[in-house]
């Protein structure tokens, strides 16, 4: 109910505006030279950085895959750790990335820089960025199906002559169309749908892609402007389904059923270059990753903007101040981790028992809704948001309790959203399961307490925990759903950065964006510890 009421009341709420006597003011809204302007603008970023994304994304999963390169774990787990960062504090940090260059090269003589505006405040900024952070989903995706082409199929190409270069190109490749529209696809979207990074780049060099409007709208006008944003919301939405609707015709050009045996080893040598792809990779990655980093960091223990950091001058301040000083942003600490753990926590139980109707019972009803439960987690998360607020904004029926501008709403939110996130990897538990232990206990009269609880349980704790491990990284991370949902008192880190950040309170900003990066990074590394008892796939980075 929590993932199909919002988009049932969403799409009631259209129909009501386009029948009802409000219809001219939502057209308009619509047709509107800012409304135009912002869709412009989002099929840019969408088109280009889904461009980006898929070319690094699938030159990085060939590479990994089909390649006998060394080191190959921790290269998925810092090509995976870009899109596990929060998409605001990847921008935060890049932003952070150019004063420090600005200043070298007025040092090494180039006086005009001191007047150049950053150039990731622009359209083309906003594309590289959306385009780095999302392509580990097409990694993931690409890498997935790579897995499983036939090495026979690459073994006839190679003793026909083919080099490999050409067997990836003319084989392999075009084996993996549906993975690659797919993880396109999913790109395409992902860009479209978010919010931090075009909030961070674009809002200040006034270049405003649809979230950003209704964020703007929302924020500017408030409840009264909730037609209009439905509307400019659904835009987002039919923008997002052109990219799955291009994805169901490239899939349906051609056939490309394969028998999946994975490779033993990895088919290609690197032979000589080896090394210097190693090398290439890895300062990739480095330069990609750490060091805006490192730049957020920096600008985290400084005094002031400008100020260079040395150890005689680098202070902790801003951290008091963020964790102690300033009572939203330790609010908003408190409220994401209750949110985030909170929502494991139910998520959690939750999937337990719909993997258990799914894949043991085979329970048609169910099995129907599992498409159903992926459909907020597949929609932006803006078009998710209008949701909720069209559906909470009047108090509940018979409660006479309003959940509009309270944490409710907002872990409602998370709640339908990372269902999908949670159910996937218990239900890849449940495949490996072996059901004749339940088969066994039902024939000898055990309960369905007894059997969830001293069979199904502890053979399916890893992978609820990797779930539930996943579920917290995003919910902790989140910030698209909740810029439109929260006010005041129920701030999430998201919020905070952003708000920060707006305010002119950049390194109390960067002070939070590094502690979110740490929180990030030690979930994960604890995830890995349980990698090898998890089905695979369960835990992006160990694919």
């Known amino acids: 109910m929590i993932c199909l009421l919002p988009i049932a009341r969403l799409l009631y709420e259209v129909a009501s505006a386009l029948v009802g006597p409000q219809r ?40 990994v895959t089909l390649t006998k390169i060394r080191y190959r774990q921790m290269l998925v787990f810092g090509f995976v750790a870009q899109a596990m960062l929060p998409a605001q504090v990847v921008a935060l940090a890049w932003l952070q990335l150019w004063m420090p260059m600005r200043d070298a090269l007025v040092s090494m003589g180039l006086q005009s820089a001191s007047a150049w505006g950053n150039p990731l405040q622009t359209r083309e900024g906003i594309v590289f960025l959306l385009g780095i952070h999302f392509a580990p989903l097409v990694f993931l995706t690409v890498r997935a199906a790579l897995l499983n082409v036939p090495p026979d199929v690459v073994e006839a190409a190679r003793v026909c002559g083919a080099r490999p270069t050409q067997v990836i190109r003319k084989v392999i490749w075009p084996l993996i169309t549906p993975a690659f529209a797919s993880g396109a696809a999913l790109a395409f979207v992902s860009c479209i749908g978010n919010f931090g990074i075009p909030a961070f780049l674009g809002i200040p060099g006034d270049y405003l892609v649809l979230p950003t409007l209704i964020y703007r709208e929302l924020s500017g006008f408030g409840p009264s402007v909730i037609p209009n944003v439905v509307m400019l919301s659904v835009l987002v939405a039919v923008l997002a389904g052109l990219g799955v609707v291009a994805q169901h015709l490239c899939i349906r050009r051609g056939h490309y059923r394969v028998v999946t045996v994975r490779y033993p080893e990895p088919p290609f040598s690197l032979g000589a270059s080896r090394v210097w792809l190693e090398l290439f990779t890895g300062c990739l990655i480095a330069l990609l990753l750490i060091v805006p980093m490192l730049a957020l960091l920096a600008d985290s223990i400084s005094q002031a903007p400008g100020v260079s950091v040395t150890p005689d001058t680098a202070t902790l301040a801003h951290y008091v101040y963020v964790l102690s000083g300033n009572e939203a942003t330790a609010r908003a600490f408190v409220n994401s981790t209750v949110l985030a753990f909170g929502a494991a926590f139910i998520l959690a139980a939750v999937s337990l028992f719909l993997a258990y109707l799914i894949q043991y019972r085979q329970n048609s009803l169910f099995i129907k809704l599992e498409r159903v439960i992926e459909i907020p987690y597949v929609i932006p998360g803006v078009v998710l948001a209008m949701a909720m607020i069209l559906l909470y904004l009047l108090p509940l029926p018979f409660l006479n309790v309003s959940l509009y501008n309270t944490l409710g709403i907002i872990f409602i939110a998370y709640l339908a959203r990372f269902l999908t996130v949670q159910l996937r990897p218990v239900i890849s538990g449940f495949q490996q399961f072996p059901t004749e232990m339940l088969e066994a206990a039902e024939i000898f009269g055990a309960s369905f307490r007894r059997r969830m609880r001293q069979i199904v349980l502890p053979s399916l704790l890893p992978s609820i925990t990797a779930g539930a491990t996943l579920v917290v990284l995003l919910a902790m991370n989140e910030l698209t759903i909740s810029a439109l949902l929260w006010a005041t008192g129920t701030e999430t880190l998201g919020v905070a950065v952003f708000s920060l950040e707006q305010g002119g309170e950049s390194a109390a900003a960067s002070a939070i964006g590094v502690l979110t990066v740490l929180i990030t990074v030690s979930l994960m590394l604890l995830a890995s510890l349980a990698g090898r008892r998890l089905p695979s796939g369960v835990l992006p980075w160990r694919a």
């Open 24 to 63: 001219g003011m939502v057209v308009s809204a619509v047709t509107s030279s800012a409304a135009w302007t912002a869709t412009r603008h989002s099929l840019e970023v969408g088109l280009l950085g889904g461009l980006v994304a898929t070319v690094y994304g699938l030159f990085m999963a060939t590479l």
